[in-house]
């Protein structure tokens, strides 16, 4: 599960697509395309330059100006991980552990040899369940797949200062509800790609067609019926209906399919008091579909589950079945070169044991202490936007105020360095044996802070990673190493460049904390209404006006973008934007306003910012990411979001009857 991740982290950007290619921060004529005026299409003007310099390369469904900071990243990482295997490391180290998973991913030869050989037991196990063995089988799979649901341990968003446990829908292979349940061209493509992955996937692990074709047909039937309950990505949003406290007596009586005790102490969680189960309707159908499918079709579902995690590290003719699903859903057409997908498993299982190396080698002193400059200058701006608002009362921005004060500020990496003594990396077994393990470790280090006291000071992302993150449960903004570099950060760019990429990323994560999910936690974390009744009435007016203007942009043929369920983002792209314009008026450049390559810093500031989200982009992924990505696609993050803000508009001297012009009574401020 990936609830700190996946549910309360309100983060910058989705996943990334990586490529190649020396970047800076700040406005570049190289970048521009200036046969297109500013006034007519300013994310063409602004990047139409880049794109044209970068062709999307077979490799990508996305590649971006952004996601060029994510390549060097990684080969950043690719040279230190490179550096530790050429030495011997004693066994059990970090250094060993961190090169021999690597390693191991690299070994294509033991890898095509071994076959499905690494899962052979774990097949079995699944084929010689007895009806009573379900629950302890879904547990045992839940640290490292989520048949069915899934279960997390995080902060109470009742009572942020205790951890709880929470249940989760879950059991989706395609991951996303809608590709179940809609009946669009790409959707239908897509659904019929996934049954025969299914079928191909099963056959190598070593199941005859008849089987595989009988097991794709079970999945699908029971992922469909999930799929059929579960909450759109938009009613995600809503939190509040996910708070729903049940005893361990009313989850065995609403899912008595499952034996909950056999299935927590399987989990690690042996003495559970009670829990919140976000929803409800997804808890019921488990049940239903346990109490009503046949025990070959539940293990049926859970072998293509199994199969499906354990694919990744297995043989190369896996990872072709793999990256052919992927092809179909994302439009790449060819898959990333195997040091990368290596790379990302320590990567991502021993990360901060890598980002303390990262950080080390990479992370100068003097960028931290930079950027604690430029967070308490935004939280000063954000304050004076707080203060300046027309349409909030007194006693709510008070409250808000205390709120902004209480920021918990995370910049580079930990104080306080993860332990991962606990895990063994021993090369004489499987790659999957070894992820299975580490996997193993992490659930249970996870789920034994059940019932302790949050400990604030750990992070939701490594010091490596490529984006920032606002968690409104710790009321924290965070913003680690990996992300402070061009083309969003350069310790030698001019303000302007850097309050319109890195700043305005600092005033978004702030502004998180006062969208319409972050809005309604209070400074301690907790999810409790702090507003007054006609505050609250006047900023859903606000946002519904923000999401009707994203609803009308049509992103790809008859294709509208979701303005709700991208809501939270576009408050925070618009805040970001102000709060940094904001903040950078008080600086001694702003006031000396001199012009640079052409460009006023006014200029330079709004160009740096479209610069940050220049990309090129297939069909299929723009189809993927209305659907599936809370942020909107990087063109209307660009050109939606400026059509708000004054200062843009002077800046580039747009006036009625410019395409980029919208009338100030049709302009959206909310923070």
Excluded at 251 to 270: E, F, H, M, N, R
Excluded at 292 to 320: P, V, W
Excluded at 347 to 363: D, I, R, T
Excluded at 439 to 448: P, Q, V, Y
Aim: net charge negative.
């Amino acid at each position: 599960m990936k609830f700190k991740h996946g549910v309360m982290l309100l983060a910058l950007t989705g996943a990334m697509a990586l490529n190649a290619e020396p970047t800076r921060t700040g406005a570049h004529r190289e970048n521009l395309d200036e046969s297109i005026s500013p006034k007519t299409d300013f994310y063409q003007y602004a990047c139409g330059g880049w794109q044209k310099k970068n062709p999307l390369k077979p490799e990508y469904s996305r590649y971006g100006s952004f996601d060029v900071l994510g390549e060097n990243n990684q080969k950043q990482l690719f040279d230190l991980v490179e550096s530790l295997r050429g030495t011997k490391h004693a066994y059990g180290t970090v250094a060993q552990k961190i090169s021999d998973l690597y390693t191991m991913g690299m070994d294509n030869e033991k890898l095509d040899k071994e076959g499905a050989a690494p899962i052979a037991a774990d097949i079995k196990r699944i084929e010689n369940a007895q009806a009573g063995d379900i629950s302890e089988l879904i547990a045992w799979m839940h640290s490292f797949s989520s048949p069915f649901f899934g279960t997390g341990v995080m902060a109470d968003m009742m009572n942020s200062d205790m951890n709880i446990l929470y249940w989760g829908e879950g059991g989706l292979g395609l991951g996303n509800r809608d590709y179940y349940t809609e009946n669009d061209p790409q959707t239908v493509k897509i659904r019929s790609a996934y049954k025969n992955f299914i079928v191909e996937l099963t056959e190598l692990a070593g199941f005859n067609e008849e089987r595989a074709q009988q097991i794709s047909k079970n999945v699908m039937k029971i992922e469909t019926a999930l799929a059929k309950v579960a909450m759109t990505e938009t009613e995600k949003r809503d939190l509040a209906v996910q708070y729903n406290m049940y005893t361990l007596a009313d989850l065995q009586k609403a899912c008595p399919a499952i034996d909950w005790s056999t299935y927590l102490k399987g989990v690690y969680l042996p003495v559970v008091d009670d829990l919140c189960v976000m929803q409800p309707k997804s808890l019921s159908k488990v049940n239903e579909l346990l109490l009503t499918c046949n025990l070959q079709e539940i293990k049926d579902y859970m072998l293509f589950h199994l199969i499906n995690s354990a694919s990744d590290y297995l043989g190369n003719n896996f990872r072709k079945v793999n990256f052919e699903m992927s092809r179909v859903i994302s439009g790449a057409e060819e898959d990333q070169p195997q040091w990368k997908r290596a790379l990302a498993v320590p990567n991502g299982l021993l990360g901060e044991a890598l980002g303390q190396l990262y950080v080390e080698k990479y992370f100068p002193a003097e960028s931290k202490q930079r950027m604690l400059e430029l967070v308490g200058n935004l939280q000063k701006a954000l304050g004076e936007h707080i203060q300046n608002l027309t349409w909030m009362s007194d006693a709510t921005k008070a409250k808000a105020i205390e709120k902004l004060n209480a920021f918990y500020v995370k910049v580079g990496y930990p104080d306080k360095w993860k332990d991962y003594s606990g895990i063994e990396i021993n090369p004489n077994l499987s790659y999957w044996a070894n992820v299975k393990a580490a996997s193993l470790f992490h659930m249970k280090e996870a789920n034994a802070k059940y019932g302790k006291e949050v400990d604030r000071s750990e992070w939701g992302m490594t010091p490596q990673t490529v984006n920032a993150y606002y968690n409104p449960m710790t009321n924290e903004i965070c913003f680690p190493a990996g992300i402070l570099q061009a083309p969003f950060f350069s310790p030698d760019a001019l303000d302007a460049d850097n309050y319109g990429a890195i700043g305005v990323v600092i005033g978004h994560e702030m502004t998180h904390g006062f969208d319409d999910m972050g809005r309604n936690f209070d400074k301690n974390g907790n999810m409790q209404n702090w507003w007054a009744e006609e505050d609250a009435e006047m900023f859903n007016k606000l946002a519904d006006k923000l999401v009707a203007q994203f609803d009308k942009i049509i992103v790809l043929g008859d294709q509208h973008a979701n303005g709700r369920f991208t809501l939270g983002e576009n408050i925070a792209d618009q805040g970001g934007l102000r709060l940094a314009w904001t903040a950078y008026q008080k600086t001694q450049e702003a006031k000396e306003n001199k012009t640079v390559d052409g460009f006023t810093p006014a200029q330079r500031f709004y160009l740096s910012y479209a610069h940050v989200w220049a990309d090129n982009i297939r069909d299929a992924e723009i189809l993927r990411r209305t659907t599936t990505d809370p942020h909107s696609l990087g063109r209307w993050r660009v050109n939606a979001t400026l059509k708000n803000i004054d200062t843009f508009y002077k800046a580039f001297d747009i006036k009625e009857g410019d395409a980029m012009y919208l009338a100030p009574e049709d302009r959206v401020v909310i923070w």
